[in-house]
């Protein structure tokens, strides 16, 4: 069974950077699809960005261009480079598989954009 633990959250001005890490253990991780979700007060769980296996990217329309996602195959580890974080970028960041996500999700981090 999948085990992720999210970190490299925290509390960020508009316009700030953050890099979160998803370590995934209990999979053969190099032939997974893996994915960063959000979850915003009062908002349902949507997908941020997902890598393929081999490394191919998506990202949702509201990160596009500001998010980078990547994975280090060696080190069982999924990443999600933030850049100009916006306050509506305010949410529990989680990642687990995709596009179909594991009914086990890690505890997530918290990412909070504020002045």
């Known amino acids: 069974q999948v085990q992720l633990v999210e970190s490299g959250g925290g509390l960020v001005q508009p316009g700030g950077s953050l890099r979160l890490s998803c370590a995934a253990s209990?999979?053969?991780?190099?032939?997974?699809?893996m994915g960063w979700y959000r979850q915003a007060p009062g908002k349902e769980r949507e997908l941020v960005a997902g890598i393929t296996s081999l490394s191919s990217t998506n990202y949702a329309d509201s990160v596009k261009g500001r998010f980078i996602i990547s994975r280090d195959n060696a080190k069982n580890t999924v990443y999600l480079q933030m850049n100009s974080l916006k306050p509506e970028d305010t949410a529990v960041y989680y990642c687990n598989l995709y596009p179909y996500p594991s009914a086990n999700w890690g505890q997530g981090t918290q990412v909070t954009v504020s002045s």
């Open positions: 209990g999979i053969i991780f190099s032939i997974r699809h």
